[in-house]
Nanobody
C-alpha cells in the first residue's frame, strides 16, 4: 500500500527557514507530478508548489522566490525548502503525489500525506 510520510514542520520565527520532506513508500510503478498544498485555519486548501517527474516547477505568487520545491526520484521523495518565512505562511502543509501503481496502462491516482504543521511567529 502506497503511503506518503511528511516530516520537517515546526515552529520558527519570521524570517527563518524550514525544510519539509515527504517520502513515498510501498510498491508502485511510477510517480508523476508531486506537490505541496497548505491549509491555514479558516481558509481553503491551496496548492503551493508542484514539480513534474522531469523537474519542471510552479509556485503560487505568494511563495515564489522564497520557497523551492525539489525531488529525488531515486528516493521517491519530494522536498519544500521554505526561506524568509512569514506569519501568513502558517498552515498545515500536505504533500501530494500522482502515482501509477501497476504499470503504464494503470490510472493515475492522487495520494496525500497526513500533513505537517508549520507555524511562523512574528
Amino acid at each position: 500500500q502506497v503511503q506518503l510520510l511528511e516530516s520537517g514542520g515546526g515552529l520558527v520565527q519570521a524570517g527563518g527557514s524550514l525544510r519539509l520532506s515527504c517520502a513515498t513508500s510501498g510498491v508502485l510503478f511510477r510517480i508523476n507530478a508531486m506537490g505541496w498544498y497548505r491549509q491555514a485555519p479558516g481558509k481553503q486548501r491551496e496548492l503551493v508548489a508542484t514539480i513534474t517527474s522531469g523537474g519542471s516547477t510552479n509556485y503560487i505568487d505568494s511563495v515564489a522566490g522564497r520557497f523551492t520545491i525539489s525531488r529525488d526520484n531515486a528516493k521517491n521523495t519530494v522536498y519544500l525548502q521554505m526561506n524568509s518565512l512569514k506569519p501568513e505562511d502558517t498552515a498545515v502543509y500536505y504533500c501530494v503525489a500522482d502515482i501509477q501503481i501497476r504499470g503504464p496502462w494503470s490510472p493515475t491516482g492522487r495520494y496525500w500525506g497526513q500533513g505537517t504543521q508549520v507555524t511562523v511567529s512574528s
